[in-house]
């Protein structure tokens, strides 16, 4: 299959949202800190901060919303999230529906799963246990039993969902399946977890239960020092990927094999992280058995950079802080894991600038619907055309790209080379110095109606377009210089600020085209040419940015 008709197969598929809604009404892990958001910075000045955007600053805990567990979350000396290539998150896989076979506190079987769909070695298995019904934004669910007459959101998403029968994961590592996600809120079973210490009237409750349904106590079927052994050794050892907290879409699948990417943040000093789960069916004109085949064969490219404390943030921005809370040696039975919570401001890393960042009736990341993140595009590289403080134009792009209206756009400017995990290290250089766009540059892209764009540097913006210009003068006076060798005029006649000031934030986003900030990693090795491009986002639905997951297909 060559490379436009692997473009035409991903734009005819059907692509499936598996991602609960995140917001600062998400309830977290019991006794882990909730998502925070706060402002900043706001378009005009706001108490704390500046003016000129709608910056966040926001505290989360990484096991809030949809996530990937990683094994380091069991495991400390078992791969971080930044570790774990796209090969490992990605693949074939079902979803089982089990949710007329199970309430509170029940366990499921490998008997339970393989009934009702065929499960091949390695493959990814979503288990739909119907639990995503007490998810925060789904509506009420009537229970005459409880107080006021309704579940209990957060107890039915956290507390009394059913979870993995003692033999299930020997049955998954037995399947060398990739992954295992849940529609709740553990991919274990929550009394096998410090819910249970927690929460005794319902670890009781539990415990009642299975005595009537197995004939023995919780300790007797899961004796504490096995299961720590398996799920904090065996487990994170073999690879085994956990996702918790899907949603979304999930019911259209049940049942049904597909093709899924789980896509988290690639942290590098954390457990877990936030993902974007998506599946994908084939579309008109192939069938399933050939879809999958391509599916696999095709390579992902993962443009994105790690996310670490090291990476550095944009001016008067906050960087990224990790503070572990909890470690695997901390609780009885070692049931313990490691947790970190974290603080960060968004534009750092590689990252989505979303409408709401400059434009104040604009969609929030969480509003934005699936497809607008994905579609046919390009990456042009003009590194050999451009230098410190130099202007790119439309011209340049045209004259080396088959670039279509509503494409993505993915720039490469080479300046990811002075990025902070690279050998030639020069932040200076990537975060003040790099190109960036010429005056007319906005306009084309109305023209040419771009779907979104990417850079590989700090900024969509000429770094003197910004308040950069005023932080250093310096720089600013070298730029001047630059253009008025090459254009024969100044700075403010060619970019007047009333016009040209974040033109490319102020000017496109009312417009509905936002970009994408910090791209890298295999972006550097990309030739230039057309893709299938796909952004995978955090579904946030406060966050006027957002960190992200990018990747280009292409023919293997």
Avoid at 215 to 222: D, M, P, Q, T
Avoid at 253 to 263: S, V
Avoid at 281 to 291: C, K, L, T
Avoid at 300 to 316: C, E, G, I, R, Y
């Amino acid at each position: 299959m060559d490379r436009q008709e692997l473009i035409s197969l991903l734009a005819g598929a059907r692509w499936y949202d598996l991602t609960q809604a995140l917001s600062i009404f998400t309830p977290p892990w019991p006794g882990e800190m909730p998502l925070q958001v706060h402002f900043f910075k706001r378009l005009t000045g706001s108490y704390g901060g500046g003016q000129g955007a709608n910056g966040q600053l926001i505290e989360w805990s990484n096991n809030t919303g949809c996530h990937l567990v990683g094994p380091r979350a069991f495991h400390s000396g078992s791969r971080a999230i930044a570790d774990i290539p796209l090969t490992d998150l990605c693949g074939e896989g079902v979803v089982v529906d089990l949710s007329d076979a199970v309430s509170d506190y029940d366990l499921y079987t490998p008997e339970m799963i393989t009934e009702r769909v065929e499960v091949k070695e390695g493959d990814i298995l979503i288990i739909n246990t119907g639990y995503h019904r007490y998810a925060w934004d789904q509506p009420d669910v009537a229970n005459s039993g409880e107080q006021g007459g309704i579940e209990n959101k957060e107890f039915g998403y956290y507390v009394r969902h059913p979870g993995p029968a003692p033999e299930f994961f020997p049955w998954a590592l037995d399947m060398k399946l990739k992954l295992v996600g849940v529609d709740c809120g553990s991919a274990e079973h929550p009394m096998n977890t410090n819910i249970r210490f927690m929460h005794e009237r319902e670890f009781d409750k539990a415990d009642a239960r299975l005595r009537e349904t197995h004939g023995k106590s919780w300790e007797e079927l899961f004796p504490p020092e096995e299961y720590r052994h398996l799920t904090h050794t065996t487990l994170p050892q073999a690879g085994l990927l956990l996702a918790e907290a899907l949603g979304g879409e999930i019911e259209a699948l049940n049942n049904q094999r597909a093709w899924f990417m789980i896509q988290p943040i690639p942290f590098m000093e954390v457990e877990s992280a936030w993902s974007r789960v998506v599946a994908l069916q084939p579309g008109d004109g192939i069938g399933q058995e050939d879809f999958l085949v391509v599916m696999a064969e095709a390579e992902m490219m993962d443009l994105t950079l790690p996310f670490s404390v090291q990476t550095p943030q944009w001016a008067n921005y906050e960087p990224l802080s990790v503070k572990y809370t909890k470690r695997v040696g901390g609780l009885d039975f070692g049931l313990g894991r490691n947790n970190a919570h974290c603080r960060a401001s968004f534009h750092l890393a590689t990252h989505m600038d979303g409408e709401k960042h400059f434009w104040a009736a604009g969609r929030t990341i969480g509003q934005m619907p699936l497809e607008y993140w994905h579609g046919p595009g390009v990456i042009v590289d003009i590194a050999d055309e451009v230098s410190d403080s130099s202007v790119y134009t439309p011209a340049m792009i045209e004259e080396r790209v088959d670039l279509q209206d509503g494409d993505i756009l993915l720039i490469r400017t080479g300046y990811n080379r002075y990025g902070w995990n690279s050998a030639d290290s020069d932040e200076f250089r990537y975060m003040i110095k790099h190109p960036g766009p010429s005056p007319d540059f906005s306009d084309w892209c109305v023209e040419r109606k771009i779907k979104w764009l990417g850079i590989d540097c700090v900024a969509m913006e000429h770094p003197m377009n910004t308040i950069q210009r005023v932080f250093h003068p310096k720089t600013f006076a070298e730029a001047n210089q630059k253009l008025i060798d090459q254009f024969g005029q100044d700075w403010d006649e060619i970019f007047p600020l009333d016009k040209y000031y974040q033109d490319m934030h102020l000017n496109l986003f009312p417009k509905g085209i936002v970009h994408a900030e910090n791209l890298g990693n295999q972006l550097a090795e990309a030739e230039t040419g057309r893709y299938y491009i796909a952004a995978f986002i955090q579904k946030g639905m406060e966050l006027a940015s957002c960190w992200g997951r990018f990747v280009a297909f292409r023919e293997s």
